[in-house]
């Protein structure tokens, strides 16, 4: 648990009154289980209205425990001061002439509660347990909004940057089929032809990456858990990459000690897990080299490995690979057409097994992912 400091102001003109506070709240901790902080109290006191608004203008506290009636500007005044104000912090107005006329105009002018004199520490304590837990929670919804806003504008710029290139791309190639530049030589039709397809397939291919991610990420998915076969699942995933493979005189084996590898999991979750690793590991190879499968049973945990011969990667590019829209982007793969999702969706279906994704890379030489997932899955441990 985090261990926090917060800053408490106690604005009363009777001395006893602010060194009363100071004491009741000295060794005062409050635990919010739910933000995982123990919050401490930094009191300090003032004796006048106007002290506490030059305080609350050049370094605001985040708690201010404000006395009604004082010499000089009122409690209600410092209040109507910062009425329209942005300030984070929030105010506990504390009088001996309680009343409801009082607390109403109180609320309206911003004060988040109301504490008639006298009061017991106790009474103290809830009261400012009250709003450390009010104060501190909305502070974290704030920072939760403004991290989504930054995500959400990132997606969206990214989104817009990824899905420009073969736009692009394809707008060049419909200006060669409408000015009949090239239509007389076959050849030429079907090599724009062919190219506008292979765009149009990366953007096919990110809109389902897209879909799989926020599925995930809404718990939108509905989830099936079954009995599945890595191995059925590795061999059909090869089967699906074999003409690109071949293409590239690529070889992928499956290594397994066993004919089959089960464990309790959905099992088109695993298929996106499986395509992922076994897609990138031939399209970031070089021609003529290998693709190694293996999957092994350790423990209660089910381990699989994705080797490659291609092009590697440097320990820099190894550590930002699984955030959203990640692409290695260099010489080498500078024609490797990819949504940039992928090993992201594969680490948020790894997290849901309780296991781990990893890589090991070394440029030139090839990598090796490999994600390890809990084999004993099942809907009450969810």
Known sequence: MEDLELRLLVVDDEAGMRMAVERALRSFRVELDDLDVRVGLQTSGVESGEEAVEIMESEPPDLVLLDHKMKGISGLDVLARFEDSDLDLLVIMITAYASLETAISATKKGAYDFLAKPFTPAQ?????????????TAREARKLQEERRRVRFQFISVLAHELKAPLGAIEGYLHILKDGTGL?????FERVVDRSMVRLQGMRKLILDLLDLTRIESGQKKRHLEEVDLVEIARTSRETMEPDAAAR???????CDSD?????GDRSELEIVLNNLISNAVKYNRDG?????RLRRAGHMAEVSVSDTG?????EEQARLFEEFTRIKNEKTRDILGSGLGLSIVRRITDMYGGEVSVESQPDVGSTF???LRADLSEEGE
Do not use: F, W
Not at 249 to 255: K, M, R, T, V
Not at 260 to 264: A, D, E, P, R
Not at 311 to 315: A, S, V, Y
């Open 260 to 264: 089959s590898l089960c464990l309790t």
């Open 289 to 293: 080299g290998s693709v190694t499968v």
């Open 249 to 255: 005189e690529i070889d992928i084996a499956i290594d």
């Open 184 to 188: 007389d030589d076959p050849a030429v």
């Open 370 to 372: 490999t994600v390890t």
């Open 311 to 315: 092009i590697g990667m440097t320990e």
């Open 124 to 136: 103290l304590k809830a009261s400012v347990r009250n709003a450390v837990g009010h104060l501190l």
